[in-house]
Nanobody, 124 residues
């Protein structure tokens, strides 16, 4: 049974930094590209970033590039999302997801496994 478990969310102030973690089990982690998505209240879920399974290439949503950094540690079956200079508009539930698709994709329909999410709330 595949499980993705996010952690690291919480209530922070604008300007703070945060690192989210997602631990995977039940799959060959090194064979999956891993993505982060987020869903703000009343909005659709949106793509944040993805890191490839093969060579560590990354791709970010254009509007978020610069403050978000995705990384992975295959030895720990963990993918991370570092967020700096947090803004109130970053408030959302953050989800990690896994895909076997070759290449980097921002289409959530290409992701087959999802975590339950971790809440990030940024106060002004």
């Amino acid at each position: 049974q595949v499980q993705l478990v996010e952690s690291g969310g919480g209530l922070v102030q604008a300007g703070d930094s945060l690192r989210l973690s997602c631990v995977a089990s039940g799959l060959t982690f090194s064979a999956y590209s891993m993505g982060w998505f987020r869903q703000a209240p009343g909005k659709a879920r949106e793509f944040v970033a993805v890191i490839s399974w093969s060579d560590g290439r990354t791709y970010y949503a254009g509007s978020l590039k610069g403050r978000f950094t995705i990384s992975r540690d295959n030895a720990k079956n963990t993918v991370y999302l570092q967020i700096s200079s947090l803004k109130p508009e970053d408030t959302a539930v953050y989800y990690c997801a896994a895909t076997r698709l070759w290449g980097l994709t921002e289409n959530e329909n290409n992701y087959v496994n999802w975590g339950q999410g971790t809440q990030v709330t940024v106060s002004s």
